[in-house]
């Protein structure tokens, strides 16, 4: 299976470990907010002051911005450039890929350092290294379940369900 | 691919809007923002050059509503049209669940057309996919202009492998949501399908 080929498929007990993860990295790097996102630009989980924050714009130019980043890192012959770094008056923003399947986003103010983010990020990707590990392991056991309990459900759909959607369009 | 939450019930999609420069893609977009409720949709984001010509990318979230329990998202995405932005289409094209292809009807824009689906076919067989098996609707825009090809043409030249197709005046609407519900339907009927 190639990293981003598949669905991905992330139970319960995996997404909690990733917010718990998340939390901790928030808390640690002593940020504003933290979020990790695919990079096909979906938000997988968010932890901190998001409120009045568009996360759904924000995954998306992330990924935007990642997938620019390695078409530029190709062309110079590097695999990818895995961090990136955005300085503003107020906020910063720090961007790092996580097993090369995840994009992990920090947002921090002058309450933190570019240094104490960096640290904490690397020890943070390592847990979700580990968690990402187990959570591809599981897309062929497990998550087979959960996605037979969904097709279930799903294949009960029909053409008029889906109609139905548009109605208000 | 199309990102499921099982806890959440959710359902996201990514669908893409393709095709030859200044052919409408944006446009379309732009429709779907302005007639949709506030309440189902995100911003619209547009990444484009100082006389509005597409840069990288626009991008919005529009929620569908709930079918039997599931939320369903669709994430709108168009591509740059002009040659010269391959790269950037190849980026965007990565990961998508349905492909709406809008084809310019001018008939001095068929030659665009046609390359511009070529190189959609050659960007999506590097992801090792194939236009066959993926949802995939035309639209055969600006059917308003006095110097349009035939649908009759444009179904030989573009349509080989019959899938639905509609014309469209996406400056004024005509057709922007039959197109978009038509490969909301495929793509869901595509989920179905492979889960």
Known sequence: MLPGRTNLIILDEDFRRISACLSRLNQEARSKAVFLIDKNGQLISSQGETAGLDLTSLASLTAGNIAATGGLAQLLGEKEFSILFHEGERDNLHISIVAQRVILVVIFDSRSSLGLVRLRVKKASEDLVRIFADVMKKLDQEAGKARAIFTTQFAEITDEDIDNLFTKS | ?195
């Not at chain 2, 200044?22 to 977009?29: H, R, V």
């Not at chain 2, 992801?127 to 066959?132: A, V």
Request: hydrophobic share 40%; with cysteine.
């Open chain 2, 1 to 195: 691919m199309s990102f499921i939450n099982y806890s959440a019930r959710e359902i996201n999609c990514k669908l893409v809007y393709y095709g030859p420069g200044l052919g409408g893609k944006t446009t379309n977009l732009q429709h779907i923002y302005r007639r949709v409720d506030p309440s189902a949709k995100g911003k619209l984001i547009s990444l484009a050059t100082e006389t509005e010509r597409t840069l990288f990318f626009d991008f919005m979230p529009l929620h569908l509503g709930e079918i039997r329990g599931f939320k369903v998202r669709l994430h709108l995405y168009t591509v740059p049209g002009q040659v010269f932005y391959d790269a950037s289409r190849k980026l965007i094209l990565k990961g998508a669940d349905g492909v709406i292809f809008v084809a310019d009807s001018q008939l001095e824009r068929m030659e665009s057309n046609i390359e511009s689906l070529q190189n959609l076919e050659q960007n999506l067989g590097e992801q090792g996919l194939i236009l066959e098996k993926m949802p995939f609707v035309l639209q055969y825009n600006k059917r308003d202009l006095p110097n349009v090809v035939s649908i009759e043409d444009l179904q030989r030249a573009l349509n080989t492998r019959n899938v639905p197709w509609f014309g469209a005046v996406a400056s004024t609407g005509v057709g922007v949501f039959e197109t978009l519900k038509a490969i909301a339907k495929l793509v869901l009927q595509e989920l179905k399908k492979r889960e």
